[in-house]
Nanobody, 128 residues
Framework: QLQLLESGGDLVQPGGSLELSCAASGFTLQNYAVGWFRQAPGKEREGVSCLSSTGASIRYSNSVKGRFFIFRDNVKNTVYLRMNTLKADDTAVYYC?????????????????????WGNGTLVTVSS
């Protein structure tokens, strides 16, 4: 069974850091483009970051550029999202997703991203 499992979500104060993990089972994540997406209450899902299968292409949304960093550990079959200088606006459920064809932080239609495999999400709350 092909699965993605996110972990690492937590309550953190503004200015703090968190690292999210996305572990794959049943398939080799190294062969896939992987993205992180998030959805805040009452808002559409938005793209956060994408990493190509080769690692040659990395993209970030403007809202997280310079603060968030995506990277993978092929031995652990896991992709990570390091989040620094967190803001209240970063509060959301964070999802990872994988697709053989690629990844984009820009939705095809609002809130819709053409990724094949999705995890169930992990909650990040930024609050004092």
């Amino acid at each position: 069974q092909l699965q993605l499992l996110e972990s690492g979500g937590d309550l953190v104060q503004p200015g703090g850091s968190l690292e999210l993990s996305c572990a794959a089972s049943g398939f080799t994540l190294q062969n896939y483009a992987v993205g992180w997406f998030r959805q805040a209450p009452g808002k559409e899902r938005e793209g956060v970051s994408c990493l190509s299968s080769t690692g040659a292409s990395i993209r970030y949304s403007n809202s997280v550029k310079g603060r968030f960093f995506i990277f993978r550990d092929n031995v652990k079959n896991t992709v990570y999202l390091r989040m620094n200088t967190l803001k209240a606006d970063d509060t959301a459920v964070y999802y990872c997703a994988a697709d053989l064809a690629g990844c984009t932080v820009v939705p095809s239609t609002p809130g819709r991203f053409a990724m094949t495999y999705w995890g169930n999400g992990t909650l990040v709350t930024v609050s004092s």
